[in-house]
C-alpha cells in the first residue's frame, strides 16, 4: 500500500463572480461568470488569451462541507443510474475538493476575463487558468457511460 499524504499549498489567483451562490448540480450552461485577477497578479498574466477560445479552469470547493467521502455512489443519487466511484464522476464532493471545467472565453478586458460554461459559485477561487490546445485534446473517441448523456 502506497502512502501518499503530504501537505500541499496553494493559494488563489483570481476569484469567479457570478450570480450562483449555492452549488446545484445542473442549469450551468445560462450562467456567465467573470474571473478576476487576485492583486497580487499581475495584469499581464493575461496578455494573450484573447487568442484562445477556450480555457481549463482549476479552482478550489471552498465552500463545500467537510464530511467523509462517499467512494461510491449513484450519480446524484438518483437509483435508476448505475453505482460507480467517486473518480467515475464529476462532483463536488471528492477526496480533494478541486474542480476541473472547461470554459469558453466570451471576452477579456484588463485584470478579468468573462467565461461561459463555469461550474463554480460566486467567490470560489481559481487555481490556475490554461487555455485549451487542440494538441492536447484526445486523439482517439471519447467513451462514456450511458447515464452521462441523460444527466447533461
Request: glycine share 4%.
Amino acid at each position: 500500500m502506497v502512502n501518499c499524504t503530504m501537505q500541499i499549498q496553494l493559494k488563489a489567483i483570481a476569484t469567479v463572480k457570478n450570480k450562483r451562490a449555492e452549488p446545484f448540480d445542473d442549469n450551468w450552461g445560462d450562467v456567465v461568470s467573470e474571473i478576476e485577477l487576485a492583486d497580487d497578479i499581475p495584469t499581464e498574466a493575461f496578455d494573450g488569451i484573447e487568442d484562445f477560445s477556450h480555457l481549463e479552469i482549476i479552482y478550489f470547493f471552498d465552500k463545500v462541507v467537510n464530511e467523509p467521502i462517499v467512494f461510491s455512489r449513484r450519480p446524484r443519487g438518483n437509483p435508476a443510474y448505475p453505482k460507480v466511484g467517486v473518480f467515475a464522476q464529476r462532483n463536488k464532493d471528492r477526496p480533494n475538493s478541486i474542480g476541473l471545467c472547461t470554459v469558453e472565453l466570451i471576452e477579456h478586458q484588463g485584470r478579468s476575463i468573462k467565461v461561459k460554461y463555469l461550474d463554480a459559485i460566486n467567490s470560489t477561487p481559481i487555481l490556475d487558468i490554461k487555455p485549451v490546445f487542440k494538441e492536447f485534446a484526445p486523439k482517439t473517441t471519447i467513451k462514456q457511460a450511458a447515464w452521462v448523456s441523460a444527466i447533461y
